[in-house]
């Protein structure tokens, strides 16, 4: 049979793969205050904004009829699956995030999160 008759993937069996990006056992998932405000704003973005005007364009799309041939409603439950697996992934590592704020505190050692001061032999600083 020709190749231009044998079906692409329409990415359903890709949610198997939302777990692959998962932490392995006995690693801690940090996080900075930061990281977990942009991380959270994405998540309520996705839920209450992206994912209702989505889920309506579909409906309205299913509502006109022969769903085979439908643009709007196919590549719309495409659009949706992605979201629903960000959603998905994003929902696991908040909930596994352990927040660390190490910003501004004075260490003698380098921890996670902080801001560091280097200088080189001729004396230039770069904060890092």
């Not at 359903?12 to 939302?18: K, P, R, S």
């Not at 006995?26 to 992206?50: C, M, Q, S």
């Not at 699956?81 to 660390?100: G, N, P, T, Y």
């Amino acid at each position: 049979m020709s190749k231009a008759f044998t079906k692409e993937s329409d990415g359903e069996d890709d949610d198997d793969l939302a777990g692959e990006a998962a932490l392995p056992g006995g690693f801690t998932n940090y996080i900075t205050p930061a990281g977990h405000k942009r991380l959270n704003d994405e998540l309520a973005r996705l839920w209450k904004v992206d994912r209702p005007q989505l889920v309506d364009t579909i409906a309205w799309a299913a509502s006109n009829g022969d769903r085979s041939e439908n643009g709007d409603y196919i590549y719309g439950k495409r659009k949706l699956r992605e979201i629903d697996r960000r959603i998905r992934f994003l929902s696991k590592h908040l909930d596994s995030a352990v927040v660390v704020d190490n910003a501004g505190k004075t260490h003698d050692k380098v921890y996670f999160g902080a801001t560091v001061t280097v200088a080189d032999e001729a004396g230039a600083e770069r904060t890092v």
